[in-house]
């Protein structure tokens, strides 16, 4: 069993705008959403207000986008994901079609 701590990690953030990224994200879980044809991070807000942990590097809690290859039951199994613009602002660009 894997903990919150063994997740994997948002390696990078490209979308600037949203509040939980501060030099990276901050958010102590995304979820990867399934929007058309986007894999989108359900997480983002955009806020001027910084949210989340300073200290903790976000990682991937839950992910929608079943037919992605590092999808197994709704977990991300990706050593690291990126997010950035893609279809939307902030799309997990690490996704694969299985």
């Given at each position: 069993?894997?903990?919150?701590?063994?997740?994997?990690?948002?390696?990078?953030c490209a979308a600037t705008a949203c509040?939980?990224?501060?030099?990276?994200?901050?958010?102590?879980?995304?979820?990867?959403?399934?929007?058309?044809?986007?894999?989108?991070?359900?997480t983002f807000v955009e806020s001027s207000v910084r949210g989340g942990i300073a200290d903790v590097t976000g990682t991937v809690g839950a992910c929608a986008r079943t037919q992605c290859v590092h999808n197994t039951n709704l977990a991300c199994t990706a050593e690291s994901v990126t997010i950035g613009p893609g279809a939307t602002v902030s799309d997990c660009l690490t996704y694969q079609p299985a």
């Open positions: 069993m894997r903990t919150l701590l063994q997740m994997p990690a948002v390696r990078e509040s939980f990224n501060d030099k990276g994200c901050h958010a102590p879980a995304v979820t990867v959403a399934s929007a058309g044809d986007a894999a989108s991070c359900a």
